[in-house]
């Protein structure tokens, strides 16, 4: 047992050694009597002694001197070997100087003689009270000054002591200062470093110092945070807690207190209440709606957006029931889905909320489990799925109609699989149509589900694959027109491949095909036809040419010899089968389609065709902007054609000085005059080969003004221009991008 520390606090166990036991008892009992705290063991032996020492906690110990196994001091030198701080008083008959000085020597706590009085007991109870107190009070000492010795080295920061002046001169420094400051505690203490000028940061010198001094006049602790700047010139914030020390008359003699590091902490505040914010306004601001529920479904904390939704306020929703807003799902199963859900887990379920106002809508509910304050609550992210759900509604219909477009298109469709496998990569048919089945004489059972060579015989695979590999590399789409000799026979098929590309791959291939075996058999025959026309407009220039060109110079001749008005009539008359002449021509070698399609400025186009027209007194204003894709020579023969017959029709005016105008449309163009016009019930007309409401036309130019119109897939169309003439709108024209 640990000799020296009793087992009940305040009593004091004493163990009395005599080897005259009747004395021994007497003396117990007189010292129970005089202090009530004394509790004595009496024993006549050393050896008795010794061993209720190991067995036993005891306070002090009580001896006699002249004892037959050993002496008071022989026992004294015993005891001390084992418990050396154990009080230990010499109680003893034979006092003597040399006794006293041999116990004093040994180590003995107090001396004191017995004598025959009673009151030699309340001594001896006083002198072992005293002896016990003044062990105790050592002990409580010592570890007072070791935990605080434990404390002070295991502080995560310096303690110091301090005189309470600005520059905070420092008396004692102890603890994790240099880890603190870069500086020793000896540098400190002895003002080589001065705490308040070179390591308080100096915008935080002023409102340190006055909060301490607010804390003094107070006598009230004080705590501060503030600014460091250590010896390697680093920034640190620190937490400061101290108090004033006084002296007994009441004055202040220093300021002690400890000082730790709190830039970590600082730092992971900042970020928490930063995290906190971004989460809060998050939470607030979030697009979705969101409640925080109780495991009983009880509505604790509602966001912004859920209110909107359900037309309530937030202290309307919390503190009811989920219930109230979710009519649909069964309460049982969630609530044992939430019971059965751990810490951070996600549940995903589909429901429906009710309004304030009765309507309902579906929502898409995303539920985790969260633990506040050792409670149990759950997260709930609900999204309207309305939109969602009629969109899919729809994608469903466009797949439908996908599906039928697909099965009933005219032209042949195919889709492709690119699959890749390593640094090769292969095309797989996925799907097409009843048109590609009829076209290449193959079923869908024959193709889907192979690549090419294995679909095709190695000649039509190996052309495919072509195209295919193509537009996959190219990453664009690619056209071709070419033979392939499929099952059914050879065609010429016309076609597209455009790539599908998914996050920046390619990952299926579209055909569009077209069997245009026909249509260029046509296309021969016609080119057949227009070699045959060409020839003959050949002809029929040469031939009315020349005979045309005599009689003109036999005119002239005519004129020299003779002045008749009649001769004025031959003249108009050989006029107008020169027009009639080339309009014929140009209609005969007019194509229908225009193929060669360019970005033309169609002002420009204007003042070109303008300067070849015979516009005599008439003005052109082009006032336009737009720049057309149109066959640049086919345009200009339309505005030639158009600028004719507004100077041609305003020779019949009164006033022959017409002036022509280009603008732009919406979607396209028109050319008008302020001339005569053309009158409402000929408008229809005016298109039709030969017709014309001028005595002097030939009724081809404006024909030949539709056939160039229809070349280039536009309409046109004969209404009242602003100043009376005549406008034509040509519309469906396609601007340059």
Request: aromatic share 6%; proline share 2%; glycine share 8%.
């Amino acid at each position: 047992m640990d000799a020296g520390t009793s087992a009940t606090a305040g009593s004091i166990h004493a163990l009395h050694v005599d080897d005259d036991e009747a004395f021994g008892d007497l003396a117990s009992t007189y010292l129970e009597r005089v202090e009530s705290r004394l509790d004595v063991t009496a024993v006549s032996t050393t050896t008795d002694a010794l061993a209720h020492l190991a067995e036993h906690d005891v306070d002090c110990v009580v001896s006699d001197y002249d004892m037959p196994e050993m002496d008071g001091i022989e026992f004294l030198e015993v005891v001390r070997e084992d418990y050396p701080e154990l009080p230990f008083v010499l109680f003893t008959g034979k006092g003597s100087e040399e006794v006293a000085s041999d116990a004093i020597s040994a180590g003995v706590t107090d001396y004191l003689q017995k004598e025959s009085s009673t009151e030699q007991y309340t001594v001896l109870a006083n002198r072992v009270q005293n002896a016990v107190e003044k062990r105790r009070s050592e002990r409580a000492l010592d570890e007072r000054n070791r935990r605080l010795e434990t404390l002070v080295s295991n502080l995560p920061g310096m303690v110091y002591r301090c005189r309470n002046e600005p520059d905070w001169p420092m008396e004692y420094v102890g603890g994790e200062c240099e880890q603190l400051t870069g500086y020793t505690a000896a540098a400190l203490e002895g003002d080589d470093v001065v705490w308040g000028e070179e390591i308080i940061h100096p915008d935080d010198r002023e409102a340190m110092w006055t909060a301490v001094q607010d804390a003094i006049d107070d006598r009230e602790p004080f705590e501060v945070t503030y600014r460091i700047e250590t010896r390697d010139g680093n920034r640190k914030h620190v937490w400061e807690r101290g108090r004033g020390i006084y002296d007994a008359a009441g004055d202040l003699r220093g300021i002690e207190g400890f000082i730790t590091d709190i830039t970590q902490q600082r730092e992971r505040q900042h970020r928490l209440e930063r995290d906190y914010e971004r989460l809060e306004a998050l939470f607030e601001n979030s697009p979705d709606m969101v409640n925080i529920h109780d495991a009983d479904g009880v509505v604790v904390d509602v966001n912004e957006r859920i209110c909107e939704e359900l037309g309530y306020a937030a202290h309307e929703l919390v503190g009811r029931s989920v219930w109230d807003v979710d009519t649909t799902t069964d309460r049982e199963s969630v609530m044992a889905m939430e019971a059965g859900m751990e810490h951070g887990g996600l549940r995903r379920f589909e429901a429906e909320f009710e309004r304030a106002d009765g309507s309902t809508f579906p929502v898409e509910v995303h539920l985790t489990e969260l633990e506040v304050d050792g409670e149990r609550q759950f997260l709930a992210i609900s999204r309207d799925i309305s939109e969602r759900e009629a969109r899919e509604a729809e994608l469903r219909r466009l797949k439908r109609q996908y599906e039928t477009v697909f099965e009933n298109a005219q032209d042949g469709l195919f889709l492709l699989e690119v699959v890749e496998d390593g640094d090769d990569v292969e095309f797989v048919y996925r799907q097409l149509n009843r048109a590609h089945e009829e076209m290449s004489g193959l079923s869908a059972d024959d193709i889907v589900g192979k690549t090419e060579h294995e679909a095709f015989h190695s000649a039509l695979g190996d052309q495919t694959v072509s195209h295919h590999r193509q537009c996959y590399e190219r990453r664009e789409p690619v056209e071709f027109e070419e033979v392939f000799e499929f099952p059914a026979g050879d065609v010429v098929v016309s076609g597209t491949i455009s790539p599908v590309v998914v996050d920046g791959e390619v990952t299926h291939l579209v055909g569009v095909t077209r069997d245009v075996t026909e249509f260029k058999e046509r296309e021969r025959a016609l080119r057949r036809e227009r070699d045959k026309l060409d020839k003959f407009a050949d002809i029929l220039s040469h031939d009315l040419r020349n005979p045309l060109n005599v009689a003109e110079g036999n005119l002239e001749l005519a004129r020299e010899q003779y002045d008749s008005d009649r001769l004025e009539t031959v003249a108009s008359a050989h006029e107008r089968m020169r027009t009639l002449i080339d309009d014929v021509l140009a209609l005969a070698r007019q194509g229908r389609t225009a193929t060669d399609l360019d970005d033309v400025a169609l002002d420009a186009a204007a003042e070109r065709a303008w300067a070849t027209v015979e516009t005599e007194t008439a003005t052109l204003v082009a006032d336009s902007a737009l720049t057309v894709r149109a066959d640049e020579g086919r345009l200009g023969q339309l505005l030639e054609n158009l600028f004719r017959n507004s100077v041609e029709h305003s020779k019949n005016s009164a006033d022959d000085c017409v002036t022509v105008r280009v603008g732009d449309l919406d979607d396209g163009f028109y050319v008008e005059d302020d001339g005569s016009g053309v009158p409402a019930g000929d408008r229809e007309r005016v298109f039709e080969y030969g017709y014309s409401t001028n005595d002097r036309g030939t009724g081809i130019g404006l024909s030949i003004v539709a056939e160039l119109v229809d070349a280039h897939g536009w309409e046109i169309e004969v209404t009242d221009g602003e100043d009376g003439g005549a406008r034509f709108e040509i519309t469906g024209v396609e601007t340059a991008a």
